[in-house]
């Protein structure tokens, strides 16, 4: 609906213009549609005459009456649409319309939510992106619930949407963890060597080495220590790559492509692109180092790209592997990233505009961290993972549903207490399990009424006369609204959109039902009856697209 009022209002603006009632401007205001605070002042509202009021050189109100004039409503939509305050338009939907708004989650079914809006246009997200040094932690797991429900929500709001982890197989990291590795299967081979404290000094790293004894003895010791430590890092990463993988899975989080850094090594992109830029000036020579102009773009500094011994940066890789996804031909690429990952925007922005690209094909989602409680209380570090809590661990406590939803529950641009006993609890305390028992509540209410003759679950013309309480138009319109929340969420770039809009579905269904006296689903009014079961399944409908876009289950029975 809230479309169909942009539309209209815009279709009114330019008979205005025609009519020569409203002068036209080279701009206008985008049309803003909001539902108001109080029911009083309509079901919509717009407040775009207050918007033209410094371009029209009118008061509000004029503009508002003058526009309402020009308003066309075939359909038959509203009741009423009148001006009110400073100049608001406050639209009155016709009751039929929500009636018909009920008929479509049913005949949409899964589909019910998604659209169009983003016209097939392609976008890749890459989010997680862990260097395969060590196994996920809890930080790492909100970004995969981040990037994973804002691909679902990119993807039912109308894009066509891959999925993609950068896995930084390549470089410094990589040797530091050759070098641990080796360090500990030196240790196992009963070498007196010291352990270094910028090694890696996880539980794992020992588990790595004893893997490599076990299947090699102590021929690593009969080869040169470089190429020892090259075998000791393609090992290890190869198996704690293995092991996010089952991580992720394990999460419900899958991707369409696994690419590699070192590919970029490999075919050279890296020094391409490098030579590239230089023959364009874009980078210079500096102290025996190559630097990239990134000040001439908006950040604060130049940036190295190739150090005085030769060896490349992390952004040189950054600059190569945004060609290649901007080569790939997406419409728009979007980087999840932790929010340590901060300074690096400026840098990569420049990079993207340097070649020739407009910025705006670059977006960035940043997550925060996540602070582990229990009971309130914080966590201690995990023993077994070394230097934190990994994600394996909180999903085989809490569970893959838990962890997905309360990981979604805030904003992520905002730090998020992770309560693992709040995750656990079968209470309405715990968000999850609020959202989840609504579709089993009206699944076991299906059951029942099945078991009662009341088979076929279909829209009969005698409803409006049966479910016409303000508390089931209220459920109606807020079902109502569920389009337009996805829509909103795939625009703003905003997952957490969903959790909070099903948390509120759930809490009007819960006070709904409640109710039992006034509000019983099956009774002894067959009609009535039929229309209420044809009331909830549509809450059960919306309830489950919801939380499939959160990579959420929804049981039918709790």
């Known amino acids: 609906m809230k479309e169909t009022i942009r539309n209209m209002i ?29 029911s009083a002042n309509g079901d919509f509202s ?33 009741d009423k649409v009148e ?52 196994p996920l932690h809890v930080g790492h797991g909100r970004c995969a619930a981040v990037g994973d429900t804002l691909a679902a929500v990119l993807e039912a709001a109308g894009y066509h949407v891959e999925r993609e982890y950068y896995v930084n197989d390549s470089g410094r990291q990589i040797h530091t963890l050759g070098n641990s590795v080796f360090l500990r299967y030196r240790q196992l081979q009963g070498e007196d060597v ?7 000094q996880g539980e794992y790293i020992k588990e790595l080495a004893e893997a490599l004894a076990s299947r090699h003895g102590s021929e690593l010791l009969d080869v040169p220590e470089d190429v020892a430590v090259e075998r000791c890092a393609a ?23 696994w690419f590699s850094e070192q590919s970029l090594y490999d075919s050279e992109s890296i020094t391409q692109v490098v030579e590239e830029l230089a023959s364009r000036g874009i980078i210079y020579h ?49 980087d999840v990233w932790g929010a340590d990952h901060h300074g690096y925007i400026p840098r990569v922005s420049a990079s993207i505009e340097a070649m020739g690209y407009e910025k705006t094909k670059l977006g960035f989602v940043l997550v925060q961290l996540v602070n582990l409680l229990r009971g309130g209380k914080p966590v201690a570090m995990s023993t077994r993972a070394g230097e934190f809590v990994t994600l394996r661990d909180v999903v085989q406590e809490v569970g893959k549903d838990a962890a997905r939803f309360l990981f979604l529950m805030r904003h992520y641009d905002s730090p998020l207490d992770f309560d693992l006993e709040l995750a656990k609890k079968e209470s309405n305390e715990n968000p999850v399990y609020y959202v989840q028992y609504v579709h089993a509540r009206i699944s076991n ?114």
Request: aromatic content about 10%; some cysteine; glycine content about 6%.
């Open 286 to 334: 500096h102290d025996g180092a190559l630097w990239f102009r990134t000040s001439d773009y908006g950040d604060e500094k130049d940036r190295v790209v190739v150090r005085a011994n030769g060896l490349t940066t992390y952004f040189a890789s950054d600059i190569a592997y945004h060609k290649n996804k901007l080569e790939r031909g997406f419409h728009r690429i979007i």
């Open 445 to 558: 209410i299906l059951r029942k009424a099945r078991s009662r003759g009341y088979e076929e679950i279909r829209w009969h013309a005698d409803f409006p006369e049966q479910i016409n309480l303000p508390e089931e138009i209220g459920l109606i319109k807020l079902m109502e609204r569920y389009p337009d929340v996805v829509i909103q969420s795939a625009r703003q770039r905003e997952p957490h959109r969903i959790p909070f809009y099903l948390k509120e579905l759930a809490g009007t269904f819960h006070a709904y039902y409640h109710d039992r006296d006034k509000h019983q689903v099956v009774g002894d009014n067959a009609r009535l009856s039929m229309a209420r079961l044809f009331l909830v399944s549509a809450i059960r409908i919306i309830i489950k697209n919801g939380l499939t876009l959160m990579g959420v289950s929804a049981p039918e029975r709790m």
């Open 46 to 78: 717009s407040n775009v005459a207050m918007a033209m009021a410094s371009t029209q050189k009118r008061p509000p109100r004029e503009i508002a009456a003058i526009l309402t004039t020009h308003l066309s409503d075939p359909q038959g939509l509203f």
């Open 83 to 134: 001006v009110a305050g400073p100049g608001f338009i406050n639209f009155y939907v016709a009751p039929k319309y929500w009636y018909e708004v009920l008929q479509s989650v049913h005949a949409k079914n899964e589909k019910y939510g998604c659209s169009q809006f983003g016209k097939g246009k392609r976008v890749q997200v890459e989010f997680v992106s862990a260097n395969p040094t060590g």
């Open 194 to 200: 010291e352990f270094p404290p910028d090694a890696y």
């Open 235 to 257: 090992f290890a990463a190869g198996e704690i790559l293995r092991e996010i993988k089952a991580d992720l899975n394990a999460f419900n989080v899958s991707f369409d492509c």
């Open 10 to 38: 815009a279709q009114a603006l330019e008979a205005s213009f025609k009519s020569g009632a409203l002068k036209p401007a080279d701009t206008h205001p985008s049309v803003e549609v909001e539902i108001p605070k109080q």
